[in-house]
């Protein structure tokens, strides 16, 4: 099949992002109307209040924007989830981001199979099962689209303590080569982003378990992390991961695909000792 010729997306187009309720999820949902897009924000059904927040903020960007449920476990709802974006929002997703994603610190010899089964369900399968139908959507629709997905920088180092996460997060990346390489016929382009340290609900029971072992306050704790662990010696925000994500769904990226692309300031990543 030919290679569809490159389109101007934005404006008249939708995304689809899982995990869109908050943390990076929201910044890359809120980045994306900005940048001209209808937004589609599928969370777990207690992320509803949340994901209300971040409707009325891509509202006041003047786009449209839809809450729909998914628990990325559950392959059936990705596929509804997509369905009801299409049926709302129009046949014209251009941009899907799987962004959902969970981890905990535990060490390896603590972790029970049902936790790992649960970080695996929803980091990898999940992930894959986004990518999946959002590329059946792009290609029976026929202009091409733009698919990213969450890695990490434990997409490169591992860390202990987090074992399972990082082996879910090194899935991703091989998903994405993988994945480019097949869709690039139908013009849609795979890549994820790697975020180090980002200043999200994520890490709070991180810092709350770092401030215990050191007995210190979880601000000093926050601080002491990033100091120790972040070249460029701030925090990461969410805002910082939605702009590498809205320029690898921007024409500005063509040419890059199947890559898993570090935003993380030259993170060291997650270490728990202060060595
Ligand atoms: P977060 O915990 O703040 O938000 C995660 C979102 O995913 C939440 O809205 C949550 O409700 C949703 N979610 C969780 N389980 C789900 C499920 N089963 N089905 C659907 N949605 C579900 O996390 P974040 O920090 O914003 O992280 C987003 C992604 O970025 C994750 O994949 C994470 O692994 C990755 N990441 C984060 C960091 C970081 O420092 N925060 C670093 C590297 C990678």
Known sequence: MAHPSPIKPALGRSAFVTGGAQGIGRAISCRLARDGYDVSIADIPPQKEKAQEVIKEIESYGRRAIFVTVDVRDAKQIEAAIAETVEKLGPNLFVSVANAGVT?????????????????????????????????????????????????????????????????????????EASAKEWAQYG????????????????????????????????????????????????????????????????????????????????????????
């Open 104 to 176: 905990q610190v535990r060490p390896l010899l603590e972790c029970t199979p049902e936790f790992i089964e649960n970080e695996v369900r929803i980091n990898v399968l999940g992930f894959m099962n986004t990518h999946i139908y959002a590329a059946k959507q792009m290609v029976k629709q026929g202009f091409g689209g733009r698919i990213l997905g969450a890695g990490s920088i434990a997409s490169y180092r591992t860390a202990e303590n987090l074992s399972p996460y990082g082996a879910t997060k090194f899935a991703v990346r091989g998903f994405t």
């Open 188 to 275: 849609i382009r795979v890549n994820a982003y790697g975020p180090g340290i980002v200043d999200t609900p994520m890490w709070d029971h991180i810092d709350a378990e770092l401030a215990k072992i050191e007995n210190i306050s979880i601000g000093e704790a926050k601080a002491q992390r990033v100091k120790r662990e972040v070249k460029l010696g701030r925090i990461q925000e969410p805002e910082d991961v939605a702009k590498l994500v809205s320029f690898l769904a921007s024409e500005e990226g063509e040419y890059i695909t199947g890559q898993t692309i570090k935003t993380c300031g030259d993170s060291q990543g997650y270490r728990r000792s202060k060595s």
